[in-house]
Structures are given as C-alpha cells and as structure tokens.
C-alpha cells in the first residue's frame, strides 16, 4: 500500500507541475503587454 501512496504523490507533483508549465505557456503565447503577462505569471506562480 505505501508505494501506491509513493506513486499518487509522484503522479499529483508530476500533474502539478503540467499543469504550471501549461498555463505559464499559454500566458506567454497569447502576446500580451510584457507587465500583464508578468502580472498573470505572478498569481500563477502564487497561487499555484
């Protein structure tokens, strides 16, 4: 059971971090002015 436990974890950090570099792509991608993709990236980064 623990490594069930073990691979959840991998799995939800692997996710995680798929889903931060998906949006941070799609923020950068849309061209928008350099302060508010800076300011979206901000909350990204803080609330994710």
């Given amino acids: 059971m623990d490594k069930v436990y073990h ?3 991998l799995a939800g ?3 995680y971090w798929v889903l931060v570099a998906g949006v941070t792509l799609r923020v950068v991608l849309k061209r928008r002015a350099v302060s508010v ?3 979206w990236l ?4 803080i609330i994710l």
């Fill in 7 to 9: 691979f959840l974890t």
């Fill in 13 to 15: 950090i692997g996710l």
């Fill in 37 to 39: 993709s800076l300011a």
């Fill in 42 to 45: 901000m909350v990204i980064y």
